[in-house]
Every structure is written in structure tokens, then in C-alpha cells.
């Protein structure tokens, strides 16, 4: 007898999103399973923006549906997505560099004691979530303006985590990071992989992507070109990016695709 296949986390069907006459997503079908790093890469203009503020709730789709345990689900508001267990971090971290790390954790969201902030709880968190994500920080009372790179990531990452959510989106984590602090954000990813999220990695940095992925989907003027293994070699992947055709194959010829 064959077994059956879990029912993804988050899936797309026949995803599109329009702004005005630019097709910025087209039909895009994309599954994410537990305890999985979904890569997710293209070139500049490839629709991944696009599709992070879809996973977010930032914009509804013009056509298809999102599936949640295979129900549809309406993600928008942000707050909505948030609710059903997706967390998005993007680029920008929306972190306040004169506040530290606590306070930028909780921001929004303190524990109190009576009328007053138990600071004591707050701080005792927020060590807990670091070292769940093996991150490491002078003190959880730095102002965030004087962590690296790398260190801010993982604070904007520890805060997504305080509402529980299933599926972890990170948009373009890597980018404008120096090689050892890319090193950190994708011993990051693992870890969240470890402690059973789904990861939705959005990226134009291919090779940092091999790294961490378990399968690698290739966005191409807001279609999804294919969808590779994490062994993949990374001129596949440049030619699947790119439209070219490496020299001596065919096209179509030599990639090793899997089921999305």
C-alpha cells in the first residue's frame, strides 16, 4: 500500500498578482512542508517581492488561492497571517537601532506586572529565544545599532518567533552581508528548520541558497521555471535564472527538476 503524502503547510494554487499592466506573479503553484527550507530564488524583477508580501498578507492575490493544511485561507491583513501561524521578516527588519534588544522583541507586545513592565520576564525571554537559535549577542540590553549584520537578523527573526508561527518567511536575509555573517543567518535557517518550522527562503544569491535548501524554486518574470533539489549545481541554477542554456546541453535537457 502506498503511503500517502503529508498535506502540505502553505501551499499557492494558480497564484497571480497585477500592478496595473505589470504581471508581477503568473499561476504560481508552490508547496511548503514541515520542517523545510523552501528556497526561493530569482533575478532582479523576478516576482519574489511580490511573492513575499502575498505569504505575508501584504497583498491579496488577482487570481488563485493560498492553502492552509489544505484549506483555503485569506492571508491580508498582515495581522491575519500572523494569526494563522506565518511569520515574514523582510529585508528591512523594521528593527529601531536606538532601542535594544528587548524592548525592539517586545515592542508592542510587553509583560507586565500589574501596571508595570516585568522588564526581569522580558529579558529571561528573550536569552531563551536566542539560545533556541544558538545566536550570540554582547547583551540583550545593546541598542540594536550596534550589532552586526548578522546579529540584527537573528534579533528580527527572535521576534517573529514569540507568536508560535509554523511557517517562517525571511526576504533576502543575506543580502549586503559580509561572508561570516551569511554564515551565521544560514546556521540560522537550519536551526528554525530543527525546531520544526517551515522556512521560506527568498533570495538572488543562489549559491548561499544551496547551502540550506532542501528544494530550490526558480522564479522568471513572475512564473515558476522549475523546481530543483538542494544538490543542484549552481550553473543549472543560473541558467534556470537567466533563460540561458549552458554550452553542450539542450534546453530543458539536463536539469534535475523535482516534483513542487
Same mark, same amino acid.
Given at each position: 500500500?502506498?503511503?500517502?503524502?503529508?498535506?502540505?503547510?502553505?501551499?499557492?494554487?494558480?497564484?497571480?498578482?497585477?500592478?496595473?499592466?505589470?504581471?508581477?506573479?503568473?499561476?504560481?503553484?508552490?508547496?511548503?512542508?514541515?520542517?523545510?527550507?523552501?528556497?526561493?530564488?530569482?533575478?532582479?524583477?523576478?516576482?519574489?517581492?511580490?511573492?513575499?508580501?502575498?505569504?505575508?498578507?501584504?497583498?491579496?492575490?488577482?487570481?488563485?488561492? $493560498?492553502?492552509?493544511?489544505?484549506?483555503?485561507?485569506?492571508?491580508?491583513?498582515?495581522?491575519?497571517?500572523?494569526?494563522?501561524?506565518?511569520?515574514?521578516?523582510?529585508?528591512?527588519?523594521?528593527?529601531?537601532?536606538?532601542?535594544?534588544?528587548?524592548?525592539?522583541?517586545?515592542?508592542?507586545?510587553?509583560?507586565?506586572?500589574?501596571?508595570?513592565?516585568?522588564?526581569?520576564?522580558?529579558?529571561?525571554?528573550?536569552?531563551?529565544?536566542?539560545? @533556541?537559535?544558538?545566536?550570540?549577542?554582547?547583551?540583550?540590553?545593546?541598542?540594536?545599532?550596534?550589532?552586526?549584520?548578522? @546579529?540584527? @537578523?537573528?534579533?528580527?527573526?527572535?521576534?517573529?518567533?514569540?507568536?508560535?508561527?509554523?511557517?517562517?518567511?525571511?526576504?533576502?536575509?543575506?543580502?549586503?552581508?559580509?561572508?561570516?555573517?551569511?554564515?551565521?543567518?544560514?546556521?540560522?535557517?537550519?536551526?528554525?528548520?530543527?525546531?520544526?518550522?517551515?522556512?521560506?527562503?527568498?533570495?538572488?544569491?543562489?549559491?548561499?541558497? @544551496?547551502?540550506?535548501?532542501?528544494?530550490?524554486?526558480?522564479?522568471?518574470?513572475?512564473?515558476?521555471?522549475?523546481?530543483?533539489?538542494?544538490?543542484?549545481?549552481?550553473?543549472?541554477?543560473?541558467?534556470?535564472?537567466?533563460?540561458?542554456?549552458?554550452?553542450?546541453?539542450?534546453?530543458?535537457?539536463?536539469?534535475?527538476? $523535482?516534483?513542487?
Amino acid at each position: 500500500m502506498q503511503e500517502k503524502t503529508p498535506v502540505p503547510v502553505l501551499s499557492l494554487r494558480g497564484v497571480s498578482k497585477n500592478f496595473g499592466g505589470v504581471h508581477a506573479l503568473v499561476d504560481v503553484d508552490l508547496d511548503v512542508r514541515e520542517r523545510e527550507v523552501l528556497a526561493v530564488v530569482g533575478d532582479n524583477g523576478a516576482g519574489k517581492s511580490t511573492l513575499a508580501g502575498v505569504l505575508a498578507g501584504a497583498y491579496r492575490p488577482d487570481a488563485g488561492e $493560498v492553502r492552509l493544511d489544505g484549506a483555503p485561507v485569506v492571508l491580508d491583513p498582515p495581522a491575519t497571517a500572523r494569526a494563522l501561524g506565518i511569520a515574514t521578516v523582510f529585508q528591512d527588519l523594521a528593527l529601531m537601532d536606538d532601542l535594544d534588544v528587548v524592548e525592539n522583541l517586545f515592542l508592542g507586545h510587553e509583560t507586565r506586572r500589574g501596571p508595570l513592565l516585568d522588564e526581569v520576564a522580558m529579558e529571561r525571554r528573550a536569552w531563551a529565544l536566542l539560545d @533556541q537559535l544558538a545566536a550570540t549577542v554582547p547583551s540583550v540590553r545593546e541598542p540594536v545599532r550596534t550589532l552586526s549584520g548578522g @546579529q540584527r @537578523q537573528v534579533v528580527a527573526v527572535a521576534r517573529a518567533l514569540l507568536g508560535s508561527p509554523r511557517v517562517v518567511v525571511l526576504d533576502e536575509p543575506t543580502a549586503s552581508l559580509g561572508v561570516r555573517q551569511t554564515a551565521e543567518v544560514l546556521n540560522l535557517v537550519v536551526r528554525l528548520r530543527e525546531r520544526g518550522h517551515a522556512v521560506v527562503l527568498i533570495s538572488h544569491q543562489a549559491a548561499d541558497l @544551496q547551502a540550506v535548501a532542501d528544494r530550490i524554486l526558480v522564479l522568471r518574470l513572475g512564473q515558476v521555471h522549475d523546481v530543483f533539489t538542494g544538490d543542484t549545481s549552481y550553473e543549472d541554477l543560473l541558467a534556470a535564472m537567466t533563460g540561458a542554456v549552458r554550452p553542450g546541453t539542450r534546453r530543458g535537457g539536463s536539469r534535475k527538476a $523535482v516534483a513542487p
